[in-house]
Structures are given as C-alpha cells and as structure tokens.
C-alpha cells in the first residue's frame, strides 16, 4: 500500500483478543479475527481457483485492487483511513 499511495502505511501486530475488540463496535470482531488468526497460522498463503470460479472474475493482486481504486479517485480503507485524489474529504481523510 505504501507502494501505491506513496504514503507510508505501518503494521503493528496485536493480539488476537486486541484485534477482535478494535472491530467489535462495527460488529465484526469475531470474524474479521478468526482471518487475522489464520494469517498469523499461515492459512491466508494458500491460493485456489475458487473466487473465478464464484465470482467469473480472475483474482487480483492488492497492489492492482489498489492503483484500480486511485485511478476511480478514491481509495478508502475500511475502518479508519479514506485516501482522495480530490474532491471532499472528511475527519480521517488523507490526500493523496
């Protein structure tokens, strides 16, 4: 992401607990943990055929999903951060 925004984006590891709790007021804390959980494991490597075959669509890299999103004119993170080429931000806004 850093690639493609040209602004630096940090990871700090936390626990599985922690990770759950930063989502559960959006109601997704115990899902979006249990993926969190199974990236730590190694279980996210693996790749399959299954999104083009549910979706008719190949897959993309996030890097490509990325540079897609700036080109449209925004690229927004869920959660807490919204990149803009321009136009309107708002709190947690950065432009690009």
């Known amino acids: 992401m850093t690639d493609v925004t040209g602004h630096p984006i940090g990871y700090q590891p936390v626990s599985t607990k922690a990770f759950a709790d930063i989502y559960r007021s959006e109601g997704d804390g115990d899902e979006l943990s249990s993926m969190y ?10 790749t399959s055929k299954d999104f083009q075959k549910l979706t008719g669509h190949a897959p993309e890299t996030m890097a490509a999903f990325f540079e897609t999103q700036l080109s449209t004119g925004e690229l927004i993170l869920p959660g807490k951060y919204h990149f803009s ?12």
């Open 85 to 96: 080429n321009g136009g309107n931000t708002h709190a947690n806004s950065y432009p690009i």
């Open 37 to 46: 959980r199974a990236g730590e494991m190694g279980l996210m490597a693996a």
